[in-house]
């Protein structure tokens, strides 16, 4: 049985198709629904140390409007959900890190039942090497089922 279902979206298209399956299938088994926005740090690191140009509080305003995007794009998909189903019970969540890596940290910690992620076609030489997207990756290490909407 379904109860705990885990959204991630990223305001892209196929997030939003993510969403409303997510959200037809929450409705259809009373489940609770967690919409997850995850921040991918920026390579902080990769800065030399010696560049002068990029000061503390540049680099702190940066973080700021990143993780202002990222909570903008949630308070859309949280807004979608509420006018689409307004009786699924919602959770909003965002995490920060690599995108595949939090979901299933999210997934773990929260007993999701299902994971609903947007598909995303990786271009013919990513296909080629065998490096696939977010999706890929966390089909492949999600402690439950994943559904990969398209």
Do not use: W, Y
């Amino acid at each position: 049985m379904i109860h705990q279902i885990l959204v991630a979206v990223d305001g892209s298209e196929n997030a939003t198709k993510a969403l409303d399956f997510a959200l037809d299938l929450a409705e259809k088994f009373g489940a609770n629904l967690t919409i997850l926005n995850v921040s991918d740090s920026p390579a902080l690191g990769a800065v030399p140390q010696d560049q002068t140009s990029l000061s503390t509080e540049s680099m702190t305003m940066f973080s700021k409007d990143l993780t202002d995007i990222h909570q903008e794009i949630l308070r859309k998909a949280v807004a979608h959900a509420k006018e689409i189903k307004p009786n699924v019970v919602l959770t909003s969540k965002l995490r920060e890190g690599n995108p595949a890596s939090q979901i299933v940290a999210e997934a773990k910690e929260a007993s999701i039942d299902l994971i609903v992620v947007g598909h995303r076609g990786v271009g013919r030489v990513k296909e080629l090497f065998g490096l696939g997207g977010i999706s890929d990756k966390v089909a492949h290490i999600a402690p439950c089922n994943v559904a990969i909407v398209r």
